[in-house]
């Protein structure tokens, strides 16, 4: 049986002027995520991963900000595409284990929708996927309410 960990980080400014997308819904917010998607960086966090525990390229190399196909494209689909390389190479997602850094707005409310929306992507059980909403203590840019970040961590089996 060969298991495979992956470790995934992902930060983006906030602005005016966007809505504000993380784990695949929209949170009611002043300001969202600047990036050529839609700026989820839990999903990103979360595809880079995925992405790493396979040995496979990172999101920036497997959809490029260069890409007009995937500008302001939601993250959901990207997850999808990455949901499916892991199927197709064999892998099953054993759980995920995921930190969401933002000062504001709070998200404890917003992480049952997420893991709703992430495991039925993923087609793990709701009870494989952790979010954990922080603050950065008011320190540094997310500290600033400037950014919101996020880490992720996987373990991914490989099938027979």
Same mark, same amino acid.
């Given at each position: 049986?060969?298991?495979?960990?992956?470790?995934?980080?992902?930060?983006?400014?906030?602005?005016?002027?966007?809505?504000?997308?993380?784990?695949?819904?929209e949170?009611?917010?002043?300001?969202?995520?600047?990036?050529?998607?839609d700026?989820?960086?839990?999903?990103h966090?979360?595809? $880079?991963? @995925? !992405?790493? =525990?396979?040995?496979?390229?990172?999101?920036?190399?497997? #959809?490029?900000?260069?890409?007009?196909?995937?500008?302001?494209?939601?993250?959901?689909?990207?997850?999808?595409?990455?949901?499916?390389?892991?199927?197709?190479?064999?892998?099953?997602?054993?759980?995920? $284990?995921? @930190? !969401?850094? =933002?000062?504001?707005p709070?998200?404890?409310?917003?992480? #049952?929708?997420?893991?709703?929306?992430?495991?039925?992507?993923?087609?793990?059980?709701?009870?494989?996927?952790?979010?954990?909403?922080?603050?950065?203590?008011?320190l540094?840019?997310?500290?600033?309410?400037?950014?919101?970040?996020?880490?992720?961590?996987?373990?991914?089996?490989?099938?027979?």
């Open positions: 049986m060969k298991i495979k960990v992956g470790i995934g980080y992902d930060i983006h400014q906030l602005v005016e002027g966007r809505p504000l997308y993380l784990g695949g819904i949170i009611p917010f002043s300001k969202g995520l600047r990036g050529h998607s700026g989820d960086c839990l999903i966090a979360l595809m $880079d991963a @995925l !992405l790493g =525990a396979m040995g496979e390229k990172n999101i920036g190399q497997l #959809f490029p900000d260069t890409d007009p196909q995937t500008k302001g494209v939601r993250s959901t689909r990207l997850l999808e595409t990455v949901a499916f390389k892991i199927k197709e190479n064999n892998y099953k997602i054993q759980n995920v $284990d995921s @930190l !969401l850094i =933002a000062q504001e709070r998200l404890d409310e917003h992480c #049952f929708r997420m893991k709703e929306t992430l495991s039925s992507i993923l087609q793990i059980e709701p009870g494989d996927l952790s979010i954990k909403p922080r603050t950065n203590e008011g540094g840019e997310i500290g600033r309410g400037a950014a919101i970040a996020a880490w992720a961590a996987v373990l991914i089996q490989l099938k027979g």
